[in-house]
């Protein structure tokens, strides 16, 4: 997987990956930690949430390199909240880019950014599928599950937010329809939140036709504007 990825620094300073295969980058090249910020931190609803529940729990499809992971966790440490963090993906990167990353200084967690790269150490090569539980602080677990998303059991009603953060359509055209929707709507919690960088019109209306109520919100740099889709 690494040799199909290169580093990439982006316009606010922070890095990201770019992949070769996909011919994308896993967060926008115009800041790859605004972006994780004001889509899904802010754009969700989560940040709110945490400053006012004792106890949160955040769906994220495409987990990545960690970073709205991180950023997320490093909040609910903020807020004294338990979270819970359930993530789908297929494959996480080695441990050696995630370090290159710099995502612990970042933020200024580098116990955080730890939990993941020491975890990701256990495999020389490229991680099983499967279900891993990584606690970290504060009774918070972070859950990765490794496979293909449209295959994972999600528990209804269970999420307060969900962070969608697949790559795009053309790249990963089995999540971004009604299909998917369906179940994530029905494992958001009533009045959550799916937030995602997307504005096509066929993800729009794949989201409603779903049950979301869908909103557009102002982008982060580079990006007009992005999406809020709301449990009723």
Not at 50 to 60: N, Y
Request: aromatic letters at 10%; a negative charge.
């Amino acid at each position: 997987m690494d040799n199909l990825l290169e580093i990439l620094t982006t316009r606010d300073g922070s890095r990201t990956l770019y992949s070769r295969q996909y011919q994308q980058s896993f967060h926008s090249v115009h800041g790859a930690l605004t972006e994780a910020r004001h889509v899904f931190l802010e754009g969700s609803g989560t940040e709110e949430l945490l400053k006012t529940q004792q106890e949160v729990s955040v769906l994220e499809i495409g987990f990545g390199t960690g970073l709205n992971w991180l950023i997320t966790a490093l909040a609910a440490r903020r807020y004294r909240v338990r979270l819970t963090y359930t993530a789908l993906d297929k494959q996480i990167p080695s441990a050696e880019l995630l370090s290159q990353l710099d995502y612990g200084d970042l933020i200024g967690a580098p116990s955080l950014a730890a939990t993941i790269e020491e975890w990701r150490k256990t495999f020389s090569n490229e991680v099983p599928y499967g279900t891993y539980n990584l606690p970290h602080e504060y009774n918070s677990t972070l859950q990765l599950s490794l496979g293909e998303a449209t295959e994972a059991i999600l528990p209804d009603r269970s999420y307060d937010s969900i962070y969608f953060d697949a790559f795009d359509p053309g790249a990963n055209p089995e999540l971004w329809v009604p299909e998917f929707f369906r179940q994530l709507y029905k494992a958001l919690r009533d009045g959550g939140c799916l937030a995602t960088y997307s504005v096509a019109g066929h993800v729009r209306r794949a989201l409603t036709a779903s049950g979301f109520s869908v909103v557009r919100q102002p982008g982060p740099p580079g990006k007009r504007q992005v999406l809020a889709a709301w449990k009723r």
